[in-house]
């Protein structure tokens, strides 16, 4: 039974910031890499960052670099997606993702529910 748990998405206005959790049971986070992604509508869902078992060198895509961060708290089994200067061009609902460790980003092992944001201008 592994549970991804997703929480703090919302409303917030135009340059507001959110941050995003998501809170893991079932699995170690420290034997996985770990992501976001987002999915808009109309659109393809699009991977948005990522951060390998290290805490170390995370990475997020360019249209986000700059203003989003991804990290993790191996003790507490958690992810967060620290989101700032939002844009409505953000407004999507964001997942989390689980990967076992080289397996890429194509098909993750496990997803949360996804939890919607939403930019207002």
């Known amino acids: 039974q592994v549970r991804l748990v997703e929480s703090g998405g919302g409303l917030v206005q135009t340059g507001g910031s959110l941050r995003l959790s998501c809170a893991v049971s079932?699995?170690?986070?420290?034997?996985?890499?770990m992501g976001w992604f987002r999915q808009a509508p109309g659109k393809e869902r699009e991977y948005v960052g990522s951060?390998?078992?290290?805490?170390?060198?995370?990475h997020t895509i360019d249209s986000v670099k700059g203003r989003f961060t991804v990290s993790r708290d191996n003790a507490k089994n958690t992810v967060y997606l620290q989101m700032n200067s939002l844009e409505p061009e953000d407004t999507a609902v964001y997942y989390c993702a689980a990967a076992r460790i080289g397996s890429g980003w194509s098909s993750p092992s496990y997803w949360g529910q996804g939890t919607q944001v939403t930019v207002s201008s």
């Open positions: 951060i390998g078992r290290s805490e170390l060198y995370p």
């Open positions: 079932g699995l170690p986070i420290s034997a996985y890499s």
